[in-house]
């Protein structure tokens, strides 16, 4: 019933930038809080940032100050703008919808992306 595709992950040298988008389709009513994740090898699963509806947001320690999370309500996406990378934010990325509220029968689920990878290498 709804998708979540990401783009712009990729292989970028330390102190670079790149920016992530993720856009949900599908039949939506409303989404509470769109985030992202992110899984190092060998890792858990860990919030980078995320922000609700009402524009309220939320980061990571390790981010904070690099990264900024934007989201356009109207086309249902979320932006990760990640900014003086560094080799320690190599990881895959998940884009996350949080309470996702269906046309369909007014429940509410979560839902995933299927992850893009961010390298930061020189």
């Known amino acids: 019933q709804v998708q979540l595709v990401e783009s712009g992950g990729g292989l970028v040298q330390p102190g670079g930038s790149l920016r992530l988008s993720c856009a949900a389709s599908g039949s939506i009513f409303s989404i509470y809080a769109m985030g992202w994740y992110r899984q190092a090898p060998g890792k858990q699963r860990e919030l980078v940032a995320a922000i609700t509806s009402g524009g309220s947001t939320n980061y990571a320690d390790s981010v904070k100050g690099r990264f900024t999370i934007s989201r356009d309500n109207a086309k249902n996406t979320v932006y990760l703008q990640m900014n003086s990378l560094k080799p320690e934010d190599t990881a895959v990325y998940y884009c996350?919808?949080?309470?996702?509220?269906?046309?369909?029968?007014?429940?509410?689920?979560?839902?995933w992306g299927q992850g893009t990878q961010v390298t930061v290498s020189s």
């Open positions: 996350n919808a949080d309470k996702v509220v269906v046309t369909t029968t007014r429940a509410s689920y979560d839902y």
